[in-house]
């Protein structure tokens, strides 16, 4: 079984819809797992029936148990994140700001605060259009630990994919190079890059395959768009080359992409023509890669 | 006055945006653009300006004294984060899991674990006539954005009154990075576009700003591709549009050389006006 991580550094470069793609064009092949947590979009194009729903927890916050607290104010004074402050006589966490250290609970000479379990998102094993298995999930809002739900919903997919023998696991990585990327790169076999020819497009496929050296994992890079700046796409090509990454494919502008999107559909579905094939092949070479 | 703009779903036109409405701004009165997407700060791609100052940023973490500890494991104990634990007769801290809570170091009863400083990424700021443009970069290897994105905002805090306008370019999303950037703004522009991605996302960002109490208004990136779903979300829960950033393919061409689009687009101007109108009657409200 091997695992497959599509990322991209800067969003809006296609990521998810390339994504979407290889999950139905894997068909029974694959086990799927969204794991951009904070804005998970691929069921828009994966219509996915849940078969299974759990609350995740994860990370705790601070809760003052105001009939014990006697406003000493020691937990103030240990919080470094500006977490509780005195309102109306009595002191109170601003559940936004809590870490979630516990230190305000260990000092408190009343022992008022307890430290309590927070629900973050739920996650969810559903059935494809295509009748393979997606596993996703949604972060609730301001919610910490994504990194975390990243993590879990990997590892159920893997699980997955192991015990019904699949060969592939495809992942939907999250922007950035933060937290959520790191989970999502962990035990990965080959990553995907998708960029765009764009300063800010190349600016970011450097920065987060930075990241993807770091974890030794070998890679291949989409073009999206790849006609919009010739120049840049030429620059791109020849990074890729400068770091042995494989160049996989130049996709270019189209707005058929969006469209699909509006249908619900990924580009195989609705496209006929060259963008069908285009993305066919792509799949076709990530497998031979991997 | 703070203003972000943020977008939930990435790649919306969030750097775009700030960079064109600050650069448009800055046409008539001071302003401070800062970048806060500081995973991939792209603003700076945007901006030509003179560099006037840098500073290196550091989070402070726990470093282990051997000398003095008794191994007595307190630290692990009190670490919800893992990242201090007690391996054999050692003490090990794992830096990119650390908060800086000071929890270990303050109820070691040794004292063994002083907080030292380590470096997590750069800000650097830059003016052009009335632009200030403030960018920090998270070092890569660094996972957690939000200490970086707090120093920031103080920074930017200090060095500039309520009267001057800021606007903050902020990470894409609906978890911490995100909301450490806009908790303490006077009013958020949400990015989006009008497709399917882009509503689902929009609603996630709306959720957010509600829950932090926030005053805001949708811009739509990309108007006349997809379906007019986000127009009607819009309209069905009194969220104000406005302004609708035309879909033209010359956009993504001057977006991609790294231009700014409103000087060369009086389409695309004419809609900057109508923020730059939003804002300044929030502005006046708030200076009464």
Same mark, same amino acid.
């Given at each position: ?20 793609? +290889? ?16 804005? &998970? ?6 219509? /996915?029936?849940?078969?299974?729903? !759990? ?25 470094? @994140? ?72 990997? $590892?159920?997919?893997?699980? +997955? ?69 010739? !120049? ?11 770091? *042995?990454?494989?160049?996989? &494919? %130049?996709?270019?502008?189209?707005? %058929? @992409? ?7 559909? =990924? ?13 066919? $092949? ?9 | ?13 969030? =750097? ?11 046409? =008539? ?23 006037? *100052? ?28 893992? &990242? ?10 794992? /830096? ?12 070691? /009863?040794?004292?063994? +674990? ?15 006539? %009335? ?22 905002? =103080?920074?930017?805090?200090?060095? @500039?009154? *309520? ?52 005053? @805001? ?20 829960? %009194? ?26 687009? /009086? ?22």
């Amino acid at each position: 079984m091997k695992e497959i991580v599509v990322i991209s550094g800067k969003g809006g470069t296609g990521k998810t819809s390339f994504t979407a793609s +290889l999950a139905v064009l894997a068909g029974n092949e694959a086990i799927v797992a969204d794991c951009d947590v904070d804005e &998970a979009d691929m069921h828009l194009l994966m219509q /996915p029936v849940v078969q299974k729903t !759990e609350n995740f927890y994860s990370g705790v916050i601070a809760e003052i148990d105001q009939f014990i607290c006697s406003n000493g104010g020691t937990c103030v004074e240990v919080c470094r @994140f500006d977490a509780i402050h005195e309102i109306d006589e009595q002191h109170t966490v601003t559940k936004l700001d809590c870490e979630g250290c516990g230190y305000c609970a260990r000092v408190c000479p009343n022992h008022a605060i307890k430290m309590v379990e927070q629900n973050v998102g739920d996650w969810y094993i559903s059935k494809t259009k295509v009748n393979n298995i997606l596993v996703h999930a949604k972060l609730g809002i301001g919610a910490e630990n994504s990194g975390k739900l990243v993590a879990k919903v990997k $590892n159920e997919a893997k699980i +997955l994919a192991e015990e019904s023998h699949k060969d592939f696991v495809i992942v939907d990585g999250s922007p950035g190079i933060g937290c959520p990327v790191v989970s999502s790169l962990s035990g990965a076999n080959f990553v995907v890059l998708v960029t765009e020819p764009s300063v800010s497009g190349f600016h970011d496929l450097k920065r987060v395959y930075e990241l993807v050296k770091k974890f030794k994992i070998k890679a291949g890079c989409i073009i999206n768009k790849s006609d919009i700046n010739q !120049e840049v796409t030429e620059e791109i090509i020849q990074f890729l080359k400068s770091e *042995s990454i494989d160049h996989i &494919a %130049n996709i270019p502008y189209d707005e %058929n @992409f969006t469209k699909a999107m509006t249908y619900g559909q =990924t580009i195989v579905e609705y496209d006929k023509g060259e963008l069908k094939d285009l993305v066919v $092949n792509s799949w076709q070479k990530i497998k031979e890669l991997v | 006055m703070k203003v972000a703009i943020a977008s939930g779903k990435g790649g919306t036109g969030k =750097t775009t945006l700030s960079t064109n409405l600050a650069a448009f701004l800055a046409e =008539t009165q001071q302003i401070v653009l800062a970048d806060l997407d500081v995973e991939e700060p792209n603003s700076g791609l945007f901006i030509k300006a003179d560099l006037q *100052s840098e500073e290196v940023r550091y989070k402070m973490i726990p470093e282990w004294e051997e000398e003095s500890c008794t191994l007595c494991g307190k630290c692990q104990e009190v670490c919800n984060f893992h &990242a201090v634990i007690r391996l054999g007769d050692q003490i090990l801290v794992f /830096p990119e899991l650390c908060h800086s809570c000071y929890a270990c170091s303050e109820l070691c /009863p040794c004292s063994s +674990l002083p907080m030292t400083k380590i470096r997590m990424g750069m800000t650097h700021q830059y003016k052009k006539e %009335n632009l200030t443009f403030i960018e920090s970069r998270l070092d890569i290897g660094q996972e957690q954005a939000v200490p970086l994105i707090s120093q920031t905002k =103080t920074s930017i805090d200090e060095g @500039f009154g *309520s009267d001057v306008i800021k606007i903050c370019d902020s990470p894409p999303g609906t978890s911490c990075p995100v909301i450490e950037a806009t908790k303490d703004v006077d009013f958020v522009i949400l990015v989006t576009e009008p497709t399917p991605f882009g509503l689902h996302d929009l609603k996630l960002a709306v959720e957010t700003v509600k829950e932090l109490g926030k005053d @805001f208004g949708v811009v739509i990136n990309r108007y006349g591709i997809g379906n007019d779903d986000v127009i009607k979300y819009c309209n069905e829960n %009194n969220i104000p549009i406005m302004a609708k950033i035309p879909n033209d393919r010359k956009i993504a061409e001057l977006y991609s050389k790294g231009k700014l689009i409103y000087t060369e687009l /009086p389409e695309v101007k004419q809609e900057l006006q109508k923020i730059k109108e939003h804002i300044l009657n929030i502005y006046n409200e708030l200076n009464k």
